[in-house]
């Protein structure tokens, strides 16, 4: 069975760093993007960042100069790096991915069960 999970999660003061993995497993032909996207209470699930198959990556502006989103196609992994966290950064952190299953079907959003980040002030 296809999982996303994520880890490395917790409570940093703001400032702070923090990083997040995460890796898929089960049974599927190929990974095509894959990202990072939070939801804060009460907000909606919003895009922090994204990176293809081939490392292009794609940032949220909030983001842009103090996070940083690579993968490891051979450990099926993605990753997020997180500097300069805000409190206003506190959210559940997800991990998406395109996945295709077979050669010849379309992708899949697949997501993890979401990580806690907590900045405090």
């Known amino acids: 069975q296809l999982q996303l999970v994520e880890s490395g999660g917790g409570l940093v003061q703001a400032g702070g760093s923090l990083s997040l993995s995460c890796a898929a497993s089960g049974s599927f032909f190929r990974i095509n993007d894959m990202g990072w996207y939070r939801q804060a209470p009460g907000k909606q699930r919003e895009l922090v960042a994204r990176i293809t198959s081939g490392g292009n990556t794609n940032y949220a502006d909030f983001v842009k100069g103090r996070f940083s989103i690579s993968r490891d196609n051979v450990k099926n992994s993605v990753y997020l790096q997180m500097n300069n966290l805000k409190p206003e950064e506190t959210a559940v952190y997800y991990c998406?991915?395109?996945?295709?299953?077979?050669?010849?079907?379309?992708?899949?959003?697949?997501w993890g069960q979401g990580t806690l980040v907590t900045v405090s002030s």
């Open positions: 998406n991915a395109a996945i295709r299953k077979q050669p010849w079907t379309n992708s899949l959003d697949a």
